[in-house]
């Protein structure tokens, strides 16, 4: 079923219809909060919260409009709420000093810590992009800023992300 008809039944209070919506979005829900938040409990709250705001605000969605960017757009707000619950973090925190040592273990750990680590709205970019594949312009009505800013911001992600990994590849090296 398509997604405005599963729209217009969770309107009518049909909870078959939500549960839809849960099972077709729950894991790259949770993939994109899992990488923007970095816990898993912050990541699974984010998830309920978006879809407790879902059923609460299901009447705010206006249909002929992309329901995956309104969607998605509820999940990001969710996830800032509770970063800003959080004590103020740097990236030199998230990051950890020794990137990387020994195997490709340590190389995926140290690559979450680098997303991680990068500042908000462009760790928010880098992942919609990078991670749920998710196009340009897309990334730019989901945060409501210029498809240029999207453009830079996961620019410099992979500029960044480049240079941290690099560190960590000679480290091993060595």
Known sequence: MD???LVRRCREGDL???RSLYERYEQPFLRTALRLLGRRQDAEDAVQETFL?????VNHYRSGSNFSTYFF???????????RTRRPETALDAVPSALGRESAHELRYSLEQAIAGLPEQMRTCFVLFAVEDLRQEEIAKILEISVGAVKAHVHRAKARL????SVSCEEVQT
């Not at 480049?162 to 990994?165: N, V």
């Open 162 to 165: 480049r240079a941290l990994l």
């Open 73 to 83: 757009r509820i999940l990001i707000n969710s996830c800032y709420d509770i970063l």
């Open 53 to 57: 705001k879902l059923y609460k605000k």
């Open 16 to 18: 078959m219809a939500y």
């Open 3 to 5: 997604e405005e008809a």
